[in-house]
């Protein structure tokens, strides 16, 4: 059965990975970007993922493309990374808004759709980093971790309606925002894996597939690392 999937920020990296995923699993998928075009053969449009009137935007013009929202995946984050020392309030708020409001602001919207059909999947894409901590991540880690505790209550919320939400953490992942992980901190996450590599979005994709399939029909409120074994106990 084909369904009508919006992955926020799906326009390269983890996001392209997952839309393509659905994709190819049959699903009429459309992904937002901002800073980049769409993906080559695949409904993109337009969202400021911090404006709340362009989340609304782009998730009507999704709707229009395909029809009501029945999978979400809450993908799109940025980092601004330093020492809270000599943190801006900017940089603070730019990566929360971004990271967690913004996936409620999108969560939100496609509620309606999914209640009315009472049926839905939400996966929101986390990262091991909410759960462990990160030196010059305070930003990001603060609003991974908050995702993780939206998801919980809001699988309470919306599982009478039959929607399922969860989360996908993972770890160390062979992407553009990856890269500027190198040296001593990128052998160290190594060391922290079980498997003694880094991740590809790939392995992240099929995660979120997963909990968006029929056969996860009764996990809601997960979270689940794709962190080769790395902060196995958090």
């Known amino acids: 059965m084909s369904r009508s999937v919006l992955v926020t920020g799906g326009n390269r990296g983890i996001g392209l990975a997952i839309a393509h995923k659905f994709a190819d699993s049959g699903d009429k998928v459309v992904v937002t970007h901002r800073s980049g075009p769409p993906p080559e053969g695949i409904s993109g449009v337009f969202c400021e993922i911090t404006d709340p009137a362009s989340v609304a935007t782009a998730v009507e013009e999704a709707r229009n493309l395909h029809g009501p929202i029945e999978v979400l995946v809450a993908n799109a984050g940025i980092t601004r990374d330093g020492l809270l020392l000599g943190m801006s309030d900017e940089d603070f708020v730019e990566v929360v808004t971004t990271n967690l409001l913004g996936a409620v602001r999108a969560a939100r919207e496609v509620l309606t759709d999914m209640a009315k059909a009472r049926c839905g999947r939400i996966v929101f ?17 603060a609003a991974k971790a908050g995702l993780l505790g939206f998801a919980r209550s809001l699988a309470k919320e919306m599982g009478p309606r039959g929607i399922t939400v969860n989360v996908v953490s993972p770890g160390l992942i062979d992407t553009d925002m990856a890269q500027g992980v190198t040296g001593a901190r990128r052998d160290q996450l190594l060391k922290e894996t079980s498997l003694r590599r880094a991740g590809t979005p790939d392995e992240v994709a099929g995660a979120v597939h997963y909990l968006a399939s029929e056969s996860a029909g009764y996990i809601t409120g997960a979270n689940l690392p794709v962190s080769g074994g790395g902060m196995l106990g958090n």
């Open 125 to 141: 894409v986390s990262s091991v980093s909410g759960l462990a901590g990160a030196p010059g991540q305070t930003n990001y880690t």
